[in-house]
């Protein structure tokens, strides 16, 4: 019989940033290859990964606005569609070493990935190829966070798993407070009273309406993507 993990399926959040690596281009090659390999380990051991890319390597909306006269609907689509960029970047990385993967966009695009359907997605996953979800939620004035919790919630993943280039949730700004000590374990509570930033409030309530477990890991710890997806302690729980 199959071992056992923790978890059976699970969203993977990759946020821009990340993928940005220490490269001085939008997409660090060695990221992406490094997230292809960790999940093509645990999609072997059956676990169903599906994923949530995020664009702020190449577009935030929400520092563009009033700029150059833009309107924040506007640049929030703009946002969007580097979320696209970074999925068929990620998807081509994944298929190069052999793991079967599916773009999916929130607003069509249909030369170019398939439209977002909930029971195709869940298909996929079943068949054991990794979905990754483009275009966020297709709406201006949401998060590539809100789309990881939405998904998540949709497709009855059991976690949301978010890769960070920080180690987990601390006590205060490691940054600046050298003091500062990593939380192995958090409530929502304390992620909204104390307002420390681990997602924006739209994304955090709506993983604890679902009761959906959220961990903040470190992306660039070699091996943390896998140990994340079987269900291995690492960064910040945050649940309860
Ligand atoms: N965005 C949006 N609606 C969504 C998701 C994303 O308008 O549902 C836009 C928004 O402008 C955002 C950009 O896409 O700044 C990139 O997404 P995000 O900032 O969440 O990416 P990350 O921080 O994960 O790199």
């Not at 959040?13 to 997409?27: H, R, Y």
């Not at 660090?28 to 169903?48: H, Q, S, W, Y």
């Not at 604890?208 to 660039?220: A, D, R, S, T, Y």
Request: hydrophobic content about 40%; proline content about 4%.
């Amino acid at each position: 019989s199959k071992p056992s993990y923790k978890w059976r399926r699970v969203l993977l959040k990759v946020s821009g940033e990340a993928l940005a690596g220490d490269q001085t281009q939008n997409i660090d090659p060695k990221v992406t290859m490094a997230i292809a390999r960790d999940v093509a380990f645990v999609t072997r051991l059956g676990i169903e990964v599906a994923v949530v890319v995020g664009g702020g390597n190449i577009f935030r909306g929400s520092s563009w606005t009033g700029s150059s006269g833009l309107d924040r609907s506007s640049a929030d689509y703009i946002g969007m569609l580097a979320t696209v960029m970074n999925a068929i970047f990620l998807q081509a990385t994944m298929e190069s070493i052999g793991i079967p993967t599916r773009v999916q966009t929130a607003f069509r695009m249909s030369e170019v990935a398939e439209p977002y359907i909930r029971r195709r997605a869940v298909r996929h996953l079943e068949k054991g190829r990794v979905v990754i979800f483009a275009a966020g939620t297709g709406n201006p004035f949401f998060t590539t966070d809100t789309a990881a919790a939405l998904r998540c919630a949709e497709i009855n993943a059991e976690v949301v798993l978010k890769a960070t280039n920080v180690d987990g949730v601390y006590d205060d700004d490691p940054r600046r407070n050298p003091n500062a000590s990593l939380l192995d374990t958090l409530t929502y509570q304390d992620v909204t009273s104390r307002d420390l930033s681990v997602m924006d409030m739209t994304a955090i309530t709506l993983c604890q309406e679902n009761n959906i477990p959220v961990v903040v890991f470190n992306l660039f710890e070699p091996g943390n993507i896998s140990k994340a997806i079987m269900g291995e302690k690492v960064g910040t729980l945050i649940g309860g």
